[in-house]
């Protein structure tokens, strides 16, 4: 049986209520069939900053994931990925899109890391 202890150690549990945590004090909303630069009314630059933010700890957690270990924590992408699907206002602007976008890059960048865990540990 699975403990408390256990759950609460989980990096995966971590990464999810970190990142549900960061996009509820700093949203990244998207609108595609928005005109204009500011999805629903936000200011552009803190849009950008949040967006950039968002965007380098998707990509840093799933090269870290497919480095580690690939078998125990393929999840890490996903659990940065359902928040930010989770604190979409709207649910038919950006989800699909963001979908669409963020599955091939958390396998790339769960492939990226493993392939280069392998190259290393091959050097060394």
């Known amino acids: 049986m699975i403990g408390v202890r256990t759950v609460l150690r989980s ?4 990464v999810f209520l970190l990142s549900y945590a960061g996009l509820l004090g700093f949203p990244v909303w998207d609108c595609v069939g928005c005109e204009g630069g500011a999805a629903w009314e936000q200011d552009a630059a803190a849009y950008e900053r949040n967006g950039d933010v968002l965007n380098a700890g998707y990509l840093v957690c799933a090269l870290i994931a497919g480095y580690s270990s690939l078998a125990r924590y393929w999840p890490a992408p996903f659990c940065i990925l359902c928040p930010y699907v989770l604190t979409q206002p709207s649910w038919q ?7 669409l ?3 091939p890059a958390a396998a790339v960048g769960l492939f990226t890391g ?6 290393v540990r091959r050097l060394t």
């Open 114 to 119: 493993f392939v280069v865990r392998l190259a």
């Open 11 to 14: 990096p995966l549990l971590w």
């Open 101 to 103: 976008l963020g599955l």
């Open 93 to 99: 602007d950006g989800i699909a899109v963001s979908l």
